[in-house]
């Protein structure tokens, strides 16, 4: 039973820069959220995709966007890259849009932005 | 709002000592709460949890009990491992309202043999 998986592994990119990160769900969830990991802090929510939906956003501007397909899995992607967009990109899957049960989290990827 | 403080780190300890790691939380509504572990280099692992209060949550030796009365949620273990050494993050979601985990800033461990 796969679990949630993330590609590419690592990224390096510069400054104003455009970025898609992609991710693929535990088997049978349908819930994808995003999350942004800056070194030494806790995971920062970005938002979260149910039935192909944005349906929560956290504190992230617009350069911020994402996308859920018919088969569950998601991408992130950042314009314009800044310095500060540096980070650890932890996608987490969940079902039936209720994480009461926990989200299971991919191994994230880092991006790097020069 | 909602938010997580754990207590502050590093901690180190040597081996088979008893772990605690403080965590605290402010809540709207009713929050599920959650402790996850990220090994270095890795994701975040989902370590236990506990949806209401007086719950326990256990595994791997590691227990947690949700508090409502002093809105805490302690990580204890009874005899660390020198394999437990990782980050820490306590985390809170709450079911009603935004589907999201809120997490707090991580406590890393490292345990000496």
């Known amino acids: 039973d796969a679990g949630v998986t993330q590609s590419p592994t690592h990224l390096i990119k510069t400054r104003g820069q455009q970025v898609t990160l992609r991710c693929s769900p535990k088997s049978g969830h349908d819930t994808v959220s995003w999350y942004q990991q800056a070194l030494g802090q806790g995971p920062q929510f970005i938002f979260q995709?149910?039935?192909?939906?944005?349906?929560q956003r956290g504190n992230f501007p617009d350069r911020f966007s994402g996308h859920q397909f018919p088969n569950y899995s998601s991408e992130l992607n950042v314009n314009a890259l800044l310095l500060g967009d540096s980070a650890l990109y932890l996608c987490a899957s969940s079902l039936g849009g209720a994480s009461g049960s926990g989200q299971f989290f991919g191994p994230g990827t880092r991006l790097t932005v020069l | 709002g909602n938010s997580v403080t754990q207590m502050e780190g590093p901690v180190t300890l040597s081996e088979e000592a008893f772990l605690t790691i403080n965590c605290t939380y402010t809540a709207t509504g009713y929050p599920s709460l959650f402790w996850y572990v990220q090994y270095p280099g890795e994701g975040l692992q989902l370590l236990l949890k506990?949806?209401?209060?007086?719950d326990k949550g256990s595994n791997k030796g590691f227990e947690a009990t949700y508090r409502k009365e002093t809105t805490s949620f302690h990580l204890e273990k009874g005899s660390v491992q020198v394999s437990d050494s990782a980050v820490y993050f306590c985390a809170l979601i709450i079911i009603q309202g935004a589907q999201k985990l809120v997490f707090g800033q991580g406590t890393r461990l490292t345990i000496n043999p």
């Open positions: 506990a949806t209401k209060a007086d």
């Open positions: 995709y149910y039935e192909e939906e944005e349906r």
